[in-house]
């Protein structure tokens, strides 16, 4: 059983920057993929960038492209996501997942495990 817990979210203004981070309580296996997802108010859940095992490659919503970086640090078994460049769009409720399989990407059903989330706000 895997057990993702998330932190860092918090109020920040415009332009402004926040480090999410995710420990997970397994260490990072071979097969294991990572992403971070967000749901603001009245919005459905999107896939905000995601991680392939062994970090070898990314990938990242275009509303994101740019001013977010996701990364991994295998000997801590934490997921991080740094956020630059915020803005009010940015505010919502952001989950950590990780899933198991050889295919990756923001379809929410090939994640297995999910974090409890960390509220980011962005706001003047």
């Known amino acids: 059983q895997v057990q993702l817990k998330e932190s860092g979210g918090g109020s920040e203004l415009p332009g402004g920057s926040l480090r999410l981070s995710c420990e997970s309580s397994i260490d990072t296996l071979p097969s294991l993929y990572m992403a971070w997802f967000r749901q603001a108010p009245g919005k459905e859940r999107q896939g905000v960038a995601y991680?392939?095992?062994?970090?070898?490659?990314?990938h990242y919503a275009d509303s994101v492209k740019g001013r977010f970086a996701i990364s991994l640090d295998t000997t801590k078994n934490t997921l991080y996501l740094q956020m630059n460049s915020l803005k009010p769009e940015d505010t919502a409720m952001y989950y950590c997942?990780?899933?198991?399989?050889?295919?990756?990407?923001?379809?929410?059903?090939?994640?297995?495990?999910w974090g409890q989330g960390t509220q980011v706000t962005v706001s003047a």
């Open positions: 997942a990780a899933g198991f399989g050889d295919t990756v990407d923001f379809e929410e059903s090939r994640y297995s495990y």
């Open positions: 991680i392939s095992p062994r970090a070898f490659f990314s």
